[in-house]
């Protein structure tokens, strides 16, 4: 790489409010004047989206653990490939909704996969690729689990509910996925910084921003 970007990650489990926390700080960093790619895994690319399908297609019930781990990579390899490493090369700020410190805690503490196993396909996956930064947005999995089956029955009611199946994985899924990302934190305090999602989103998005302001 020649010129190097800012690679920001965002992580928590289902209804941690991410997604708003994520907008927010896009919304300032270009209000700055700053250029910034947004992405998300799964998802993001036009073929990640293709994916992404498959993996929260309620109807794929016999996905297996090593099939889905290898489609969140795949995805993953494509996001990196087409639009992260060509951003960060040209010196932009790339926000992703989730990378693979989401596999570590959904796939590797919530499936039981070995994190040996994540992290080798992490090298395969994204070369170097790493965020610089992590915002990991903490809550206690039943509040938020509760957020996020509130939203799916929303979308049920607009007719967009066919992203749900990880969502209704069994609570202790969950429960393993949060004990996943605390030991990530606790593992790597310098990288990935944790906030308290149970506070207000005003609050929430300020100790974002104190993370986030002393590397633009
Ligand atoms: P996301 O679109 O962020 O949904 P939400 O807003 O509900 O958090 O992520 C979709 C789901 O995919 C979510 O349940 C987390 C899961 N996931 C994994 O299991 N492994 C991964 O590597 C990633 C990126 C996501």
């Known amino acids: 790489m020649t010129k190097r970007g ?33 992405t998300a895994e799964p998802g993001g690319t036009p073929i990640g989206r293709q994916i992404r399908k498959i993996l929260l297609d309620s109807a794929n019930q016999e996905l297996s653990a090593r099939a889905e781990l290898l489609l969140y990579f795949a995805c993953r390899a494509q996001n990196v490939d087409e639009w992260i490493r060509p951003a960060l090369e040209t010196g932009r700020v790339v926000v992703s909704d989730r990378f693979t410190d ?12 070995t994190a040996g196993l994540v992290r080798e396909l992490h090298g395969i996956a994204c070369q170097e690729v790493l965020p610089d930064l992590t915002i990991y947005l903490d809550i206690d999995y039943k509040a938020g689990l509760a957020r996020a089956r509130a939203r799916n029955a929303e979308r049920e009611a607009a007719a967009l509910a066919d992203e749900t199946r990880m969502d209704e994985q069994a609570e202790e899924f969950h429960a393993r996925v949060r004990q996943g990302y605390l030991a990530l934190a606790a593992a790597e305090p310098g990288r990935i910084r944790t906030i308290d999602a149970g506070q207000s989103v005003a609050a929430v998005a300020a100790a974002i921003w104190s993370e986030v302001a002393p590397h633009v």
């Open 102 to 113: 989401s596999t570590l805690a959904y796939q590797g503490e919530g499936r039981g996969l």
């Open 6 to 38: 800012f690679f920001v990650s965002f992580e928590g489990g289902d209804g941690c409010g991410k997604t708003t926390q994520m907008r927010l700080l896009v919304e300032r960093l270009k209000g700055m004047g700053l250029d910034v790619l947004e």
